[in-house]
């Protein structure tokens, strides 16, 4: 029976949304009968406290506004669900307007939806209206949860960890969203379709998978780019042209080769980005100070830096934006993506409205080999739209080990992790799709998007 019912949502999963992406599969999330205690027997105090609260719901549902709330909070798809929320959360959620948020949002309830599965067919508790042989509040969903076992609740669990999830996006409305979160829970104690106790231990379950999404550095990436559209759309994002804080590359590190992309037309656009005044790269002092470090250290093994991009103003990324918009324009194509439709750029993370850039401490760069006095080869030229661009393409960046394939070689790889290992040992991090990308740790404008020009600074 378990693992008839693990098929079946498994499908149901796959059927609501045909590009989830889960960020633990079943067998790595907790397991709730090992978290969770056994459902109240039917002789205690807990089972009566049950009984006590399912009366209780039955007087509710004589209000004719909390019964219309619980029709509401019955339907089980995940749009309804984020309508519900929408309104707590002070931004309509929908898959075309806040593409970011739904994503998280789906990602991560398709991740923790496994895990309520094992315990309703371990336990396999009747509910209310079954053991009553009473009708529900919404009958229509009498003849799909005949049977199907009651503990924990399914939609309680997506309740609270819809409301948990938002928190973290919107935490100014953290308590208006954690009380919808509680009342969607009550409204199956009304429905007649959960105990209280079921509810209760949802709650719990929802906050142990969202607990456990913490862990994934592919959640806390989506998380990002969440909070981030939420601030993009509600006007929440601080800009400024105030440079005081910016120094020129040039100046900070002086062994450090120019190649600025985008102030030339070799680049993925064509053309020179909106922005790049001047052939010159400009990044925060703390950036500059620990990339200077990145190059003393590479400079005892034979090697400069060789910078691509630093900071960039807003108005290069809306241009970015206005270019993948126009899908006819495909000049550079063969040379940056070919194998990589125009219109996927956003959805596969190459392009974003918002760019770390734009902060100030994100440098775009690779290796000169000084004894050849050559560009390192690195198994592929900076702004490749595809997969050989990540880092893990050719091995494990966490061991160095290289594995074999056929579009990196072992000696590629190890030049990645050569520029790589030196970024972090002086406080920059990587990111999962791009080699040549790394961001300062502690970034002193984390919130901050800059919007003057790319032009030496006096």
């Not at 004589?62 to 995940?78: E, G, H, I, K």
């Not at 007649?192 to 998978?209: F, N």
């Not at 790049?276 to 005892?300: C, G, H, I, N």
């Not at 290069?316 to 125009?342: L, Q």
Request: overall charge negative; aromatic content about 12%.
């Amino acid at each position: 029976m378990i693992a008839a019912i693990l098929f079946c949502g498994s499908l149901q999963v796959k059927a609501q949304n045909n590009d989830v992406k889960l960020y633990f599969g079943t067998e790595e999330m907790p397991d709730l009968i090992k978290c969770l205690p056994p459902p109240p027997d039917t002789i205690g105090v807990d089972f009566a406290h049950d009984i006590m609260r399912y009366m209780w719901g039955k007087t509710q549902r004589n209000d004719s506004v909390r019964a219309a709330l619980v029709f509401r909070d019955a339907v089980w798809n995940y749009d309804s669900l984020f309508a519900v929320f929408s309104v707590p959360f002070g931004l309509e959620i929908s898959k075309d307007g806040t593409p970011e948020i739904y994503k998280y949002l789906v990602n991560s309830l398709s991740t923790i939806d496994q895990t309520r599965v094992k315990p309703k067919a371990y336990y396999h508790r009747k509910r209310p209206f079954e053991r009553f042989h009473e009708h529900m509040l919404t009958r229509y969903e009498e003849a799909e949860l005949s049977g199907e076992g009651s503990y924990p609740s399914g939609h309680s669990q997506r309740g609270y960890a819809v409301a948990l999830l938002l928190s973290e996006v919107n935490p100014a409305h953290a308590d208006t969203l954690m009380a919808r979160g509680f009342v969607y829970g009550e409204s199956r104690v009304i429905a007649g379709a959960h105990w209280q106790s079921d509810v209760d231990a949802s709650r719990l379950c929802a906050a142990i998978g969202v607990s456990r999404l913490h862990t994934s550095p592919e959640f806390l990436a989506q998380l990002e780019k969440a909070q981030l559209e939420f601030k993009s759309l509600t006007g929440a994002l601080p800009s400024t042209d105030d440079c005081s804080q910016f120094v020129n590359l040039a100046d900070a590190v002086p062994d450090a080769i120019l190649e600025l992309r985008y102030y030339s037309t070799y680049n993925f656009v064509g053309a020179r980005v909106d922005g790049y005044e001047e052939p010159v790269a400009l990044l925060t002092r703390q950036a500059a100070d620990s990339l200077r470090a990145v190059s003393d250290d590479l400079l005892k093994q034979g090697y400069r830096l060789k910078i691509y991009d630093a900071y960039r103003p807003q108005c290069a990324v809306d241009h970015f934006v206005r270019w993948a918009a126009n899908v006819n324009d495909t000049v550079m194509k063969p040379y940056f993506y070919p194998e990589v439709p125009r219109d996927r750029l956003f959805e596969l993370g190459y392009i974003a409205e918002r760019s770390g850039h734009t902060r100030g401490s994100t440098i775009d760069l690779t290796l000169f080999d000084m004894a050849t006095e050559k560009e390192v080869d690195m198994g592929g030229t900076f702004d490749w739209f595809g997969r050989e661009s990540h880092p893990d393409y050719g091995g494990n960046p966490e061991t160095g080990k290289y594995k074999g394939n056929a579009k990196i070689t072992a000696e590629q790889f190890h030049n990645r992790m050569i520029l790589r290992e030196a970024m972090m040992r002086h406080g920059f991090k990587p990111i999962n799709e791009e080699w040549w990308h790394f961001t300062l740790n502690n970034e002193p404008f984390p919130d901050t998007y800059f919007t003057f020009p790319v032009k030496k600074l006096h």
